[in-house]
């Protein structure tokens, strides 16, 4: 929007010779006139906190999503246990993202590795952060301790879970989110004065930032800990150990699917923003945000229905569970470039992101890794296939419009649309610095539990069920299909008399 100025000198020329006092009347007209700018300007803040209060408030209901979906994908008797974690991730996260997390993230000025200000809110709001932003922050980082805590399931204590959830949101995530978000990050696509490659890393909405991190720190994790008794046998094969609820696993599919409306149009931050191109009034980040909630739907979709055929395929089976992690690895993929790639492309983010997340599924089988939720694979690897695609894709119109350099009227985009490859090189430094740097933080912190008796419950108490020996009791009354079988009357045969 055009900014409203008023200048007394220059408006009283126009009444003429004949006014009287001519300049006490501009000065009152100019004053009018800058009382409706200041309205104006007010106005757009509000419209844009109410707008990223808003998302943050979506990307906050992905909890209970997450919550629903662990919760179906385990077993009955640790149901409660996986929910118990779901709500320390965000009271644990709230916490130490409030002491810790936002300065490391954002606290400009600082150097391009870590943030130095804004610890326990100081300083806040100021002209750069208001506290819509740390609210909407603080829900991205507790997503990522989300992610882990579905890749550890059912075999981890409860003091493991409070530890690793706290370092996560406290050090870890907002380090690698201040390389690629914040405007002093060193990789990032906003620090226009040092860009990566002349370019910097465009990573919108998080598949590196978020699900790499805690897809990566996951895998770190049940590496450590091991499969689950049972879920390989003496041979080696793989032995399926279902989760108890299809119903909750397929309502908190929707819950995250409506929560990533939030989580990608909503890392615009702004949407009271015009591009002035042409004699488009109607066109402006408004737009862009609709276009990327059109993306976001696109991929999710598309890697729902190939993970449907795929899966029919390889196992003769429409599974609603597989069709539900699919969807989850389409959106996983396009939220690193679901602002400046069209439609048509995300189409192809999410048939690849199905294919992706199937093979990594075959290796972790292979390999006997155990994942309950898939999560490692899931958002781990169709996170850095989303962070890959968006290099190759990325459309020129819409990274200057979303990334706009002053004094510049173009920057590197995708190799496909014609960019050339240095978009390409900053997006594969940055899988392989959150690659080295979640390894050398969550890898040894894992260890170093493990070491210490902290990580991994008794064999005794993983067969019974942290629901019962750690938490008082079941969920609710219930009967797995291995205590069904343990509990019945063995039945034979009887054939007719006479028969021979």
Known sequence: MASLSCSADQLAPFFGPNTTNATAAAEYICNQFTAVSDRFTDTGYAIDTTYLLFSAYLVFSMQLGFAMLCAGSVRAKNTMNIMLTNVLDAAAGGLFYYLFGFAFAFGGPSNGFIGKHFFGLKQIPSSSFDYSNFLYQWAFAIAAAGITSGSIAERTQFVAYLIYSSFLTGFVYPVVSHWFWSADGWASASNNGNLLFGSGVIDFAGSGVVHMVGGIAGLYGALVEGPRIGRFDRTGRSVALRGHSASLVVLGTFLLWFGWYGFNPGSFNKIFVTYNVGNQPYYGQ???????????????????????????????????????????????????????????AAIVCGFVAALVLIGCNMLAEKVKFDDPL???QLHGGCGAWGVIFTALFAAEKYVNEVY????????PYGLFMGGGGRLLAAHVIQVLVILGWVSATMGPLFFILHKLKLLRISAEDETAGMDMTRHGGFAYVYHDEEDSNKNSIPMRKIEPAGSS
């Open 286 to 344: 408004w737009s862009a945000v609709g276009r990327t909630a059109v993306t976001t739907t696109l991929a999710g979709c598309t890697a729902a229905l190939t993970t449907l055929f795929g899966k029919r395929i390889l196992s003769g089976h429409w599974n609603v569970t597989d069709v539900c992690n699919g969807l989850l690895g389409g959106f996983a993929a396009i939220t690193a470039g679901c602002s400046v790639v069209e439609p048509w």
């Open 374 to 376: 898939e999560a490692a």
């Open 404 to 411: 706009p350099i002053p004094g510049k009227s173009t920057r």
